[in-house]
């Protein structure tokens, strides 16, 4: 019973290609987020949503567009995919994090993008 | 602009000695700090949370320290064994509030 589960693992593609990586948590969260992990490992926020609206927008180039069709699901549709967008994408999910509450964040597995 | 700093990207220890990593903050004065483990090829999996309130957390085998005036974490491992091998990230809230800021991580090493 997979708590947040990330398709597909990994993607290799091509320059140029549009891919998308679907995510879906069961934990009855109101938020989840789109992390980039890059070859350095560090992890990077990307985008928030909480209850289907987005919340946090970092400086993320407009190739990237974030779905939440509802609060369980956040799809990441990555346009004219380049190499830089290589990296492992994380997508998380949490109770809404308000102040002082510190809810724990818990993350997939990991989403490998290659692009070639 | 708020950063965190994992001074150590990578420490290797003996087995059975105390693993001692530290997460330094500048700019900001977070409610709480959190340890996150992320094993290779896995996404990150909480550990612990501690509050600026609150000096000192145990779990286990796992010591977290919080020193506001520092600006300072400190997590320690102690009877460190080959399975706790893993990058440890260091995460606090950011300046809204609403999202969680990862350090760079320590790979720590356990040789047997």
């Known amino acids: 019973d997979t708590a947040v589960s990330q398709t597909p693992k990994y993607l290799v593609t091509q320059m140029g290609n549009d891919k998308s990586i679907k995510c879906e948590q069961n934990?009855?969260?109101?938020?989840m987020y789109w992390y980039k992990q890059d070859s350095k490992k560090f992890l990077k926020i990307m985008f928030s949503?909480?209850?289907?609206?987005?919340?946090i927008n970092e400086t993320v180039p407009n190739r990237f567009s974030p779905k939440s069709p509802d609060k369980a699901h956040l799809n990441l549709h990555i346009n004219s995919l380049e190499l830089g967008d290589s990296a492992v994408y994380f997508c998380?999910?949490?109770?809404?994090?308000?102040?002082?509450?510190?809810?724990?964040?818990?993350f997939g597995e990991g989403s490998w993008l290659t692009v070639v | 602009s708020q950063k965190i700093e994992q001074n150590s990207e990578a420490l290797n220890i003996q087995e059975g000695k105390t693993a001692t990593l530290t997460c330094n903050y500048t700019?900001?004065?977070?409610?709480?700090l959190q340890w996150y483990r992320q094993d290779p090829g896995r996404g990150p999996v909480f550990l612990l949370l501690?509050?600026?309130?609150?000096k000192e957390k145990r779990k286990e085998r796992l010591k977290v320290t919080f020193d506001t005036t520092l600006k300072q974490s400190l997590f320690h491992i102690t009877a460190s064994q080959p399975a706790d091998s893993a990058t440890y990230l260091c995460a606090l809230p950011g300046s809204s509030a609403s999202k969680i800021i990862f350090g760079s991580g320590t790979r720590l090493s356990i040789r047997p």
């Open positions: 998380a999910s949490s109770f809404a994090l308000r102040g002082v509450t510190g809810n724990t964040i818990y």
């Open positions: 934990l009855g969260h109101d938020t």
């Open positions: 700019n900001y004065s977070p409610a709480y």
């Open positions: 949503y909480n209850n289907k609206e987005l919340i």
């Open positions: 501690i509050r600026e309130n609150e």
